[in-house]
């Protein structure tokens, strides 16, 4: 029997609406008990005095870049670094070569998840048939083989009539549609956020503007068709403007805000001297995004976070800003960036800060766990409220580095992550 007992830890679920000192003991992959003190000589013991056990967290937005570009990452370093983030289990985006827009892509990253052992891994497949947006793919067989949203991130679904169909279609599956909101044809060739900075730099801006559009035109879609749209690492006050008068007039319309969009401006681009690492799509965006974005996280807006983990290889963030490839890596620095933000400095109640990575991406996409219930699946993240250290890529378990927050003092960083009621990763001893 496969028993592990997590003694002493303060039980966060806000599933239970459950914040206080108990013992969780998990036995044979799932949730046996809590109680206020358990004893089993036959259990592996984990003092977590003075830590959070949580309900695991999901990240419903990462790129594994497998198949297609391991030299970036593969499903088992992207799974490896997941963990070593606390998290639990992850979504992977379809834009890989070849693209997830069938069964058997989608089974070859389930046997690479499975190989590797690590993280839960829950396919996304495309919209679109090779992400072209002409077509739709064949969604009803990747559900089949287990993909749990649909999405041609990496590109919006711009062809409003295959947007319409998509989420008539999803309907029968009860899966979402996830949404890069962008019209390609504002963003032209930006590559930072539209405003004072960028035309300061001589940088080509991407106008708040771009997004707004295609939230705005999402939001129509989906009370014509009553499908579910899900709103990709959204950015601007404008779009969530929009997505609060969706959700109050009772459409099924959510959103996801990403640790970097929360934790920088448009100015850390000049800060750092165009640093490729702070280049990203939807760009960091300026105060008044920023604030309004903060806001509508702690006011409920923002359904859950996300990393939007995008790594690239050092040569090719290694070229100027202008021809460097947009993206971040995300999952080995989410935890604190978001604790240290959200809760130590604008005091976000802890509930609200595990609801937003674990009960929500897994009610949002329902997905086993998001919860500590007797007989739920065993997956556990611990982490440490007061721990303090500094962001060093080189200890990332990634394949790629490109992090803006290197070099970094944060609080809050995760301790142990239990999968399935197996330690999957537990941080050294220093």
């Known amino acids: 029997m496969n028993r592990l007992l997590i003694k002493h830890g303060r039980v966060v679920d806000p599933a239970q609406r459950l914040d206080d000192g108990m013992d969780v003991l998990l036995a044979d992959g799932v949730v046996a008990r809590l109680a206020e003190r358990i004893e089993d000589p036959q259990a592996q013991v984990i003092d977590a005095a003075g830590l959070v056990v949580a309900p695991g967290f999901i990240d419903v937005h990462v790129h594994l870049r497998e198949p297609g570009f391991e030299y970036k990452e593969t499903v088992a370093t992207g799974v490896a670094a997941a963990v070593a983030g606390g998290f ?3 979504c992977c985006m379809p834009n890989t070569s070849p693209v997830n827009d069938s069964a058997a892509v989608t089974e070859f990253i389930a046997k690479r998840a499975a190989e590797a052992a690590l993280a839960r891994v829950y396919p996304i497949g495309a919209v679109s048939k ?5 077509e739709l793919a064949e969604i009803g067989e990747m ?22 169909r998509a989420l008539e279609y999803t309907q029968l599956f009860g899966i979402p549609v996830i949404d890069h909101c962008e019209e390609p044809t504002l963003t032209s060739r930006g590559v930072m956020h539209e405003g004072a900075v960028a035309t300061r730099l001589g940088l080509a801006g991407i106008p708040a503007a771009a997004e707004e559009v295609m939230v705005a035109r999402d939001v129509v879609l989906a009370e014509l068709t009553g499908g579910r749209v899900h709103i990709a690492h959204i950015s601007t006050r404008g779009a969530l403007e929009r997505v609060r008068e969706a959700k109050a007039r009772g459409l099924q319309v959510t959103c996801e805000a990403t640790p970097h969009h929360l934790a920088l401006l448009d100015q850390a681009v000049a800060d750092s001297e165009f640093d490729p690492n702070t280049k990203m799509n939807p760009p960091l965006r300026s105060q008044e995004h920023v604030a309004a974005l903060l806001d509508a996280v702690l006011d409920g ?3 859950c976070l996300a990393t939007d983990h995008a790594p690239h290889h050092a040569d090719e963030k290694a070229l100027e800003f202008d021809l460097a490839p ?16 959200l809760v130590r400095r604008h005091g976000l109640p802890l509930k609200n800060f595990v609801a937003l990575w674990s009960t929500a991406p897994a009610r949002l996409l329902g997905l086993p766990g998001g919860n500590l219930k ?7 993240t ?5 721990a303090r ?7 990332f378990r990634s394949l790629s580095r490109n992090t803006p927050f290197g070099g970094q003092r944060l609080c809050g960083w995760p301790v142990a992550t239990i999968v399935g009621g197996r330690v999957a990763w537990q941080r050294e001893r220093r």
């Not at 090779?130 to 002409?134: I, K, V």
């Not at 890596?329 to 933000?341: N, S």
Request: aromatic share 6%; no cysteine; proline share 9%.
């Open 374 to 380: 007797p007989g739920s699946p065993a997956d556990v």
């Open 88 to 90: 639990t289990a992850v």
């Open 301 to 303: 807006t923002v359904d």
């Open 382 to 386: 611990i982490f440490k409220p007061e």
């Open 143 to 164: 559900v089949r083989a287990g993909v749990v949203a649909v999405s041609d991130d990496g590109k919006p679904v711009h062809n409003a009539y295959l947007m319409r």
């Open 326 to 341: 947009f993206g971040v890596v995300g999952l080995e620095t989410a935890l604190p960036v978001t604790y240290d933000l």
């Open 389 to 395: 250290a500094v962001v060093n890529p080189e200890r």
């Open 130 to 134: 090779g992400l072209a947006g002409e």
